[in-house]
């Protein structure tokens, strides 16, 4: 498939593609370790179909689908989406990447309501095989089925849900993960002590608050605001004052160095075997 990536600046896109790069060559690499030639040529020949723009009304004219992955904030995806629907192909199908915010909100500000749904992959998408497809109470037959089709071809599991807060995931994940928080803020337990339990009595791979400092303590911020506004007599969508005070003195997880875990000694350490490599 030919694919245009947009974002703001020359120097983001570039990262973006050395990051596709190195990613890409070590799975082909492990996929052909006997044979360079190939894996290298697999490379190459992903990489060329890869675009980059700045401007995403330039590429939308001949896209026959545009997936929409800004930061979670409603009012900035639906400008986007009305900007997108004016110059995009009529056939074109419009979908977002939003974990938590309304997908018919989105839909609204545009002419094709039926061309509209959701397409929530999970992080980090080369490795997580899910994909969450969202029907719209508009979403047409013939949109709803290029969906599922899509993310069978570039080799993931779609699984189908209605446009409800969180979707399937998130809308369990995202209360689990709030009354962690609520245990550390009450003193009820550690973070690290809650992590542990949940890796070992429940068997998963990262435990609630690891994972929101690896998805990022803002992100959960928005999450929890957008659903408290929209369904504030819930009381699980209540909204938390210990993880709005981390956003505001800038603990937001792994990105930041600080969040519920100092990760900044670990990138420390990891800057100085760097330097040792460097100099031998």
Same mark, same amino acid.
Request: with cysteine.
């Given at each position: 498939?030919?694919?245009?990536?947009?974002?703001?600046?020359?120097?983001?896109?570039?990262?973006?593609?050395?990051?596709?790069?190195?990613?890409?060559?070590?799975?082909?690499?492990?996929?052909?370790?006997?044979?360079?030639?190939?894996?290298?040529?697999?490379?190459?020949?992903?990489?060329?179909?890869?675009?980059?723009?700045?401007?995403?009304?330039?590429?939308?004219?001949?896209?026959?689908?545009?997936?929409?992955?800004?930061?979670?904030?409603?009012?900035?995806?639906?400008?986007?989406?009305?900007?997108?629907?004016?110059?995009?192909?009529?056939?074109?199908?419009?979908?977002?990447?939003?974990?938590?915010?309304?997908?018919?909100?989105?839909?609204?500000?545009?002419?094709?309501?039926?061309?509209?749904?959701?397409?929530? =992959?999970?992080?980090?998408?080369?490795?997580?095989?899910? !994909?969450?497809?969202? +029907? /719209?109470?508009?979403? *047409?037959?013939?949109? @709803?089925?290029?969906?599922?089709?899509?993310?069978?071809?570039?080799?993931?599991?779609?699984?189908?849900?209605?446009?409800?807060?969180?979707?399937?995931?998130?809308?369990?994940?995202?209360?689990?993960?709030?009354?962690?928080?609520?245990?550390?803020?009450?003193?009820?337990?550690?973070?690290?002590?809650?992590?542990?339990?949940?890796?070992?009595?429940?068997?998963?791979?990262?435990?609630?608050?690891?994972?929101?400092?690896?998805?990022?303590?803002?992100?959960?911020?928005?999450?929890?605001?957008?659903?408290?506004?929209?369904?504030?007599?819930?009381?699980? =969508?209540?909204?938390?004052?210990?993880?709005?005070?981390? !956003?505001?003195?800038? +603990? /937001?997880?792994?990105? *930041?160095?600080?969040? @519920?875990?100092?990760?900044?000694?670990?990138?420390?350490?990891?800057?100085?075997?760097?330097?040792?490599?460097?100099?031998?």
């Amino acid at each position: 498939m030919n694919v245009t990536l947009v974002d703001h600046s020359d120097d983001i896109l570039d990262r973006a593609l050395e990051h596709i790069d190195k990613s890409y060559s070590k799975i082909v690499a492990k996929q052909y370790p006997h044979d360079k030639v190939k894996a290298k040529t697999l490379v190459e020949g992903t990489l060329s179909r890869i675009r980059t723009a700045r401007d995403p009304c330039q590429p939308a004219g001949q896209a026959d689908l545009i997936i929409e992955a800004v930061v979670e904030n409603l009012e900035l995806k639906k400008e986007l989406f009305k900007r997108l629907d004016k110059t995009a192909a009529n056939h074109t199908i419009f979908a977002s990447n939003t974990s938590s915010l309304s997908i018919t909100a989105m839909a609204s500000v545009t002419e094709r309501r039926d061309r509209f749904g959701g397409l929530h =992959f999970f992080s980090p998408v080369p490795m997580m095989k899910l !994909v969450e497809v969202v +029907r /719209l109470e508009t979403t *047409s037959d013939a949109t @709803f089925d290029s969906l599922m089709d899509f993310a069978k071809k570039i080799d993931k599991v779609p699984v189908a849900c209605k446009d409800t807060p969180g979707f399937i995931v998130n809308r369990l994940l995202i209360p689990y993960s709030l009354e962690a928080v609520r245990m550390v803020e009450r003193g009820d337990a550690t973070a690290q002590d809650i992590d542990t339990a949940m890796k070992l009595g429940a068997g998963y791979k990262m435990g609630p608050l690891e994972l929101m400092d690896f998805t990022g303590v803002d992100l959960a911020n928005m999450i929890m605001d957008a659903w408290a506004k929209d369904h504030g007599h819930n009381p699980v =969508f209540k909204t938390i004052p210990l993880i709005t005070q981390m !956003v505001k003195e800038g +603990r /937001l997880g792994r990105k *930041s160095g600080k969040g @519920f875990y100092d990760y900044t000694e670990s990138s420390e350490k990891a800057a100085q075997e760097k330097q040792k490599i460097k100099a031998k």
